[in-house]
């Protein structure tokens, strides 16, 4: 998962996106363009929390950008 996508994802701001998987700002500033697993398995995490309902959607919408 590629950075930007994981932010847009999480509210669309780096505050946002910190907000949501329970960290600071300047932690999400630090996050490597392509995200590791771990942190990636986070925003996953937060998303689905975020919007249970959509969650099968919002799913096949991610599957389908990480295999592009």
């Known amino acids: ?14 505050s946002s996106a910190a907000s949501a998987i329970g960290i600071m700002p300047q932690a999400v500033t630090q996050w490597p363009e392509d995200l590791p697993p771990r942190i990636a398995d986070r925003v996953i995490a937060a998303v689905a929390k975020q919007n249970p309902k959509q969650w099968p959607t919002t799913w096949k919408s991610i599957k389908e950008r990480a295999n592009v």
């Open 1 to 14: 998962m590629k950075k930007k996508h994981a932010i847009q994802l999480l509210g669309g701001t780096v």
